[in-house]
């Protein structure tokens, strides 16, 4: 039998938890809080609470646990809350939604996500609907999604702007930008610019960090290559912070795009391989 105090820590838990990972965009600090909070939550049989836990330990982009077994563990826990909690329930709803879009980023697949999307419509909360969106387009990067993916963008946008909310305006912010760059678009510096403005006022680790790295890529289009090579270790520096668990992958990119560019090819091996160490 649990004690009192176990079950009055639970609420405490979940709420600086959600704070690490949307107040701050802490991911390492998030993830180790809603693990901690599922296991309390399993442990005092609380459907509920676990399937808000199960939520968090998703983490802000999809895919953010790389391990097998951490992501069979997370998605046991949906699992379990799905089968305590009324399927009608708001909290079903984003579950659900994350469940199928974990299942379709790891198969290239775009089905289950489109068809849980008017479930996160219906349900009447903008949380749950926003949550929906942002991971929706996660699995719609390719070119041949590019007009459904701004159109979600703007969705997600208006659902932002009716909640008040200046975390959601980030996000929202961050995918027109992402979207307008992915295509070229003359209006994506000016939307990059709007971004960097809000998280400043906003600071939020996990979006910086993804700026931070378009501004390393910019600096690389532009010619900039010992800015751009300063500016990828700073962005590697705030992966870190953030917990991003593609720093690395980032990080070595990076350094042999701005090799390439310099017509030194044949240090880029030896510049990956000190990524690891570095990142």
């Not at 998030?30 to 909070?37: N, P, Q, S, V």
């Not at 593609?246 to 701005?258: K, M, N, R």
Request: glycine share 8%.
């Amino acid at each position: 039998m649990t004690s009192n105090r176990a079950q009055e820590e639970l609420p405490a838990l979940l709420g600086t938890a959600w704070h690490a990972l949307r107040g701050q965009g802490d991911l390492a600090r998030a993830h180790g809080l809603f693990d901690r909070a599922a296991r309390l939550a399993e442990a005092q049989g609380d459907a509920q609470a676990l399937g808000e836990a199960a939520l968090g330990a998703g983490g802000f982009w999809l895919h953010e646990q790389r391990n097998p077994v951490a992501q069979a563990l997370v998605s046991g826990w949906r699992r379990t809350a799905l089968a305590g909690v009324d399927p009608a329930s708001r909290l079903a709803v984003p579950l659900r939604v994350r469940e199928a879009a974990e299942r379709d980023y790891e198969s290239g697949g775009t089905k289950a996500i489109l068809a849980a999307l008017p479930q996160a419509r219906r349900c009447g909360d903008r949380v749950a609907l926003a949550e929906a969106l942002h991971l929706a387009q996660h699995c719609l990067l390719g070119p041949k999604y590019a007009e459904l993916r701004s159109t979600l963008g703007e969705e997600l946008l208006a659902v932002a702007a009716a909640a008040d909310d200046p975390f959601e305006a980030c996000r929202g912010l961050m995918w027109r930008a992402t979207n307008l760059l992915l295509t070229g678009h003359p209006h994506a510096d000016r939307a990059l610019a709007l971004l960097r403005a809000a998280l400043a006022e906003h600071r939020h680790l996990a979006m910086s960090y993804m700026v931070s790295a378009v501004d390393v890529m910019l600096a690389i289009r532009a010619g900039a290559f010992e800015r751009a090579e300063q500016l990828a270790e700073e962005s590697a520096s705030l992966g870190r912070q953030a917990g991003d668990p593609d720093v690395l992958g980032w990080y070595g990119a990076h350094l042999v795009t701005i090799r390439f560019f310099q017509g030194k090819g044949e240090e880029a091996p030896a510049d990956a391989a000190a990524a690891r160490h570095v990142a």
